[in-house]
């Protein structure tokens, strides 16, 4: 994905780089010229990480930050903290639970981390964005979703579980439903900036992500598993796909788009089966009125 490509003087944050697909997200970058940083929750973790990938691709170490997507008191230090231009923001990293579990806001943890803390990241750092696509004639988002989304749309009237019952599915399929809507709307508001935003699938790749499953979930994903509906990717194949959105001259300029498997997918009626489209990409994940509606309603949540 990489080759002939050369990312010297781009400057990238990878969120969720000390794990899974975030560690060969960030060495592939690092490997051809990029400037990475790594914003991870663990820096002990991310020091390892950055060690390894200076040592394997002779290129340079990457930083480590800390930032917890899930807490507003480390996510505001790291932008104030940012200076500079930023060229490439690849949002990541992203969290499954097994239960309800809460922010001290009372948020659920899965749509406050996964989605709510990307969102307060991004647009805490646009003005570096927008300094990164004046010098470099464009600064790109990834957002990470998952195949997870066709599970959920948005649920505007309990997005935090308080009335409904809870099952840690349909709020991790709500939260990637989220990451795809962002970039949706990023797009249409900042793309006059130079900043577009796409929205990627890894697919099915065996990371810490899975360490709190239930049984329930884990029979559901290997259901899923058995019915076609993925067969499991590789690390670097699961990273693939967000290095084709960061760097991919096709996607320099436009945003919005879901892809899999390294290209854009094809999208589907908000009724049809996940094991009939494994490769597809549900309207409510790309509808423009909902993505305009849950960023004015995550724009109150941060500042509140």
């Known amino acids: 994905m990489l080759r002939d490509v050369d990312l010297t003087g781009v400057r990238a944050i990878v969120t969720g780089g000390s794990s899974g697909i975030g560690i060969e ?7 051809a010229g990029a400037q990475v940083t790594l914003a991870v929750r663990n820096t002990a973790a991310g020091d390892a990480v950055a060690e390894t990938i200076e040592k394997s691709t002779g290129g340079i170490r990457p930083r480590v930050v800390r930032l917890d997507l899930a807490d507003r008191t480390t996510v505001t230090p790291f932008v104030d903290a940012w200076s500079g231009p930023l060229h490439l923001l690849i949002n990541n990293a992203g969290v499954v639970t097994g239960g309800l ?9 899965q749509f406050a981390t996964n989605h709510l803390g990307h969102f307060a990241l991004a647009t805490g750092l ?5 300094l990164g696509a004046c010098d470099r004639d464009g600064a790109r ?10 599970r959920s749309g948005i649920d505007f009237d309990d997005l935090h579980f308080e009335r409904r019952s809870y099952d840690p599915q349909i709020a991790y399929a709500q939260s990637k439903t989220a990451n795809s ?7 249409r508001l900042w793309a006059s900036d130079g ?12 990371t810490g992500l899975q360490r709190n499953f239930t049984t329930q979930q884990k029979q559901s994903l290997a259901a899923a598993e058995a019915a076609g509906v993925f067969t499991y990717k590789t690390v670097e194949q699961g990273a693939a796909t967000s290095i084709v959105a960061a760097v991919a ?5 436009s945003g919005g788009h879901y892809l899999d498997d390294s290209q854009e997918a094809y999208t589907v009626p908000n009724d049809a089966d996940l094991a009939q489209h494994p490769h597809g990409v549900k309207q409510w994940a790309l509808d ?6 849950l960023w004015a309603v995550s724009t109150d949540l941060i500042r509140a």
């Open 25 to 31: 997200t960030a060495r592939a970058l690092t490997a």
């Open 101 to 109: 579990e809460r922010t001290r806001e009372g948020w659920e943890l």
């Open 126 to 130: 646009h003005d570096a964005l927008a």
């Open 141 to 150: 988002i990834v957002s990470v979703s998952s195949t997870a989304h066709m």
């Open 181 to 187: 809507l962002f970039a949706v709307e990023a797009t």
């Open 195 to 206: 900043i577009i935003a796409n929205t990627v699938n890894p697919g099915g790749v065996v």
């Open 249 to 253: 001259p096709e996607f320099a300029h």
């Open 288 to 293: 423009p009125a909902t993505a305009k509606h």
